[in-house]
């Protein structure tokens, strides 16, 4: 058994540990200077980029249908602290400079979470599905993703009504593993948020259109069994394509999967390896 790190001695070290992370991105923030997006506008930009919606009581697994309930009361409080802001050339969104720390204190409550290889509660639950839902639009434009997290190695949940693909989510925990991208375009792009009984909303807008369309698509997607191990194999890719012309101008690997399965595997089809 290898010697425990220090915020794996007891639940004081833990959180020492965790305040020293976010104390130290602070710090990171004020020496590396960034632009960061601050201002809003209510007033829509004129172009739709593009929108996308996801469910927010989605079948996965076994999870409790409470901590569903709990999620979509956290989405409906941090929407708005993201909605109408407007990311202008140079600019880099960081999702916690706006949602900041989801405290109890402020209405949040236990949702959703995702531990190393299961799915957990705690406060604040369900911010995951609110960047998984604004990395998927941004997938959709020239933004440079600087900052960006995942659930590597792991597929939790089997494929009950999924809309994108497998891979293309997010893991964040505050502050210091954050979701950002930066606008290294010449025009400002706007974001808005929100919800409703049932789903999550994000519609992203622009002063002008843009000169290419992005789609994003997933190949040679199947399941192995390694050593006993069943495993996720596949392979996403982002397409960028003239409009003018309707030419793939290129076409760029975005994430390679190959993630341990960790619910039954009895329905699948496997390739042994």
């Given at each position: 058994m290898g010697r425990k790190l220090f915020c794996e001695i007891?639940?004081?070290?833990?959180k020492l540990s965790v305040y020293k992370n976010i104390i130290s991105r602070h710090f990171q923030d004020k020496l590396q200077k960034q632009r960061f997006?601050?201002?809003?506008?209510?007033?829509?930009?004129?172009v739709c980029i593009y929108k996308h919606s996801s469910l927010i009581r989605r079948k996965l697994g076994n999870v409790d249908q409470h901590l569903?309930?709990?999620?979509?009361?956290?989405?409906?409080?941090?929407?708005?602290?993201?909605?109408?802001?407007?990311?202008?050339?140079?600019?880099?969104?960081?999702?916690?400079?706006?949602?900041g720390s989801c405290k109890e204190k402020d209405?949040?409550?236990?949702?959703?979470?995702i531990g190393k290889e299961e799915a957990i509660s705690g406060?604040?639950?369900g911010m995951c599905q609110f960047t998984n839902l604004i990395h998927w639009m941004v997938l959709h434009t020239p933004f440079e993703i600087v900052e960006h997290h995942h659930h590597d190695g792991v597929d939790l949940f089997p494929d009950y009504g999924r809309v994108i693909p497998f891979g293309t989510g997010t893991s964040i925990v505050y502050n210091y593993m954050d979701y950002r991208f930066k606008n290294s375009s010449d025009q400002t792009y706007q974001l808005i948020t929100y919800t409703d009984d049932t789903h999550l909303h994000g519609e992203l807008y622009a002063e002008k259109?843009?000169?290419y369309s992005y789609h994003v698509k997933c190949e040679d997607d199947y399941f192995s069994r390694e050593q006993g191990i069943v495993y996720r194999n596949s392979n996403i890719y982002q397409q960028v394509i003239d409009k003018q012309t309707g030419n793939e101008i290129k076409?760029?690997?975005?994430k390679k999967n190959h993630a341990k399965v960790v619910y039954p595997t009895d329905h699948l089809t496997i390739i042994e390896k």
């Open positions: 007891s639940p004081t070290t833990y997006a601050s201002k809003k506008e209510a007033e829509k930009l004129p569903q309930d709990n999620k979509a009361v956290n989405l409906a409080l941090s929407t708005p602290k993201v909605s109408g802001i407007l990311i202008r050339p140079g600019e880099t969104f960081s999702f916690w400079k706006l949602v209405g949040y409550q236990e949702g959703l979470m406060i604040g639950g259109e843009q000169p076409k760029v690997l975005i």
